[in-house]
């Protein structure tokens, strides 16, 4: 057994010396890898991608170039193919949110179970855990090379016609809902009528009142100006948030040396934790300045009490208990507990 790891061993530095660092290593570099993201900069996810994108340019000293497709354009808008195309190599590497990829990796709509996670700390104790570890051994096993964590964010409802307080105030509401069915069974539960449809129709959609509402991280308003689509209301229940993954295609990541693909895992590492702060900013200060600018904006912020929050967890327990078997009982037990566990 020994002597076989030490005759692999030199096969493996034989051929790195021969390849690794030698012209033709070289020569199998593209010019450029195409990154895609859905939100692009200015937002905390499009400037994770372009950090990383930096990062990776200064530190391989432009032997990898990467270029920025925001708004899934590699897949004309429609998010929920991203993680298809990254596989088949339409897309070279990519920041994207657990939420677009979990019909391709069904473990994947963990973070979309309805009030999994109450808290920041909830999101770390799964993301930086040992459950984190197993969706990314889930994530490579689906085939695409897994490298570092991100987030959009906690996920809060809006909507153009009134505070929403009780599931009772959604009935009938048209809501915009992304691209998992675990959406639709959490809004049909609430007693809303759910449509699923790209972010990229969305906004259109919110503009001439086709929907009436929808579900995003607070970031999105200032940025993207929802309030000017009609979102005036805002209920802050933070029911689900969708963590971010920067990943790169396996043939890609394969063509690269050992020494450039620790440099583009340090680097989406690195990044990934600056995004992380860019996204949380505005929220996690005793006086959430972020809700205040909204408010500025003339939006009515409701902000659920303890009791008021019960009813929508209560209401959609049944979807909750429905999902666990399709995540998988052992994951979101293991889920559960970490959450339980987790340093306030
Ligand atoms: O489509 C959405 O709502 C967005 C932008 O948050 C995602 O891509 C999951």
Redesign the pocket.
């Known amino acids: 057994m020994k002597f076989r790891r030490t005759v692999l061993g030199l096969a493996l530095a034989a051929t790195a010396l021969a390849f690794g660092t030698g012209a033709m290593a070289q020569a199998a570099y593209k010019p450029e890898y195409k990154m895609s993201l ?2 692009g900069p200015p937002l905390p ?1 499009g400037t994770g991608g372009k950090i990383w994108a930096d990062l990776v340019k200064e530190r391989t000293a432009g032997r990898i170039n990467i270029k920025l497709y925001p708004g ?1 354009s590699l897949i004309q808008g429609d ?1 929920t193919r991203e993680f298809s195309a990254l596989r088949q190599g339409v897309i070279d590497m990519a920041v ?5 990829w979990s019909p391709q990796v069904k473990e994947l709509n963990l973070f979309s179970m309805p009030f999994l996670m109450p808290d920041y700390a909830a999101i770390d104790a799964l993301t930086q855990g040992e459950v984190g570890k197993k969706i990314f051994q889930t994530v490579e096993k689906a085939g695409v090379v897994p490298l570092a964590w991100g987030e ?1 964010g906690f ?1 809060e409802l809006s909507n153009s016609k009134k505070p929403i307080k009780s599931p009772e105030d959604l009935k009938g509401m048209k809501i ?4 998992s069915p675990l959406f639709t069974d959490i809004f049909t539960a609430l007693g809303a009528n759910p449509t699923q449809m ?2 990229a129709d ?1 906004q259109p959609a919110l503009a001439s009142g086709a929907v009436d509402g ?4 607070m970031v ?1 308003f200032p940025v993207l100006k929802l309030h000017n689509v009609g979102q005036k209301f805002v209920t802050t229940w933070g029911y689900v948030a ?1 963590p971010l993954i920067f990943v790169v295609n396996k043939e890609i990541w394969n063509s690269w040396t050992p020494a450039d693909r620790e440099i583009v895992r340090q680097a989406a590492i690195d990044a990934g934790k600056q995004e992380i702060a860019i996204a949380r900013k505005g929220l996690v200060e005793a006086d959430k300045p972020l809700l205040k600018e909204v408010a500025g904006f003339g939006v009515t912020i409701t902000q659920l009490t303890p009791a008021e929050r019960e009813a929508f967890v209560k209401a959609t327990r049944p979807v909750y208990n429905k999902w666990k078997k399709t995540v998988g009982v052992d994951l979101v037990n293991a889920a559960e507990k970490a959450v339980a566990a987790r340093k306030k």
Do not use: F, H, M
């Open positions: 859905v939100l996810w899934v998010q994207g949110s657990t939420i677009n959009n996920r915009r809902v992304v691209g790209s972010w969305a929808q579900e995003n991280p999105l969708d």
